[in-house]
């Protein structure tokens, strides 16, 4: 536990100094009545649950794991987190359902994790220019046999290509420059 605490944390300063700034995903499975992708940015259902306004205050992006991106100007973090071009939207496009996102905006009473340990240390909301979102995955069609595995790989690939690109003004591309 220690030496991955140490590497994450030996990573995020090679990102920060190279590039100014980066993301951490924290990758985990759930086992959760809904199947759906949950995505966790440290806020709760409740903070979830307020309008747009609201939750693009400065208490909630401070509150954030994305408190980097969503502090920089012409951000707000309703966008970010449940807006055309946030995590979730683009996995519910591609590969499947998630909360947030602009179709499911909360979780309402339903079972939800919003960020842990990592997404703590690793995400901007203490300081710094590395955000950090939790994936949380439900098993059937994702997790449950292989070519589920290599189907929803990819799809990650380029919805990351897509956030990346939309988000943080990096061009993601595999080696030799093709899709």
């Known amino acids: 536990w220690w030496e991955f605490q140490v590497f994450a944390d030996e ?26 992708v949950e995505i966790g940015y440290l806020l709760s259902r409740d903070d979830l649950a307020l309008g747009d306004d609201a939750l693009s205050g400065t208490a909630y992006v401070n509150k954030s794991s994305i408190r980097a991106l ?32 602009l179709n499911q905006p909360n979780p309402g009473q339903d079972d939800y994790l919003t960020g842990g340990y ?12 590395i955000d950090a979102i939790q994936l949380e ?7 449950d046999e292989a070519s589920n595995w290599e189907r929803f790989a990819q799809a990650l690939a380029e919805i990351l290509r ?18």
Do not use: C, K
């Not at 990102?15 to 759906?36: K, M, N, P, S, W």
């Not at 990592?118 to 220019?129: I, L, P, Y």
């Open 70 to 101: 969503a502090s920089r100007p012409g951000n707000d973090l309703a966008a970010l987190i449940r807006g055309p071009m946030a995590l979730g939207t683009l996995m519910e496009a591609r590969a499947a359902p998630a909360v947030p996102s």
């Open 118 to 129: 990592n997404t703590v240390r690793h995400g901007s909301r203490n300081g710094g220019t």
């Open 11 to 36: 990573a995020g300063e090679l990102v920060a100094d190279a590039f100014g700034e980066g993301l951490t995903l924290d990758i985990h499975g759930h086992g959760h009545d809904i199947d759906r």
């Open 162 to 179: 897509d956030y990346f690109q939309a988000h943080y003004d990096v061009s993601l591309a595999p080696a030799g420059g093709g899709d």
């Open 137 to 143: 995955h439900h098993f059937p069609g994702l997790r």
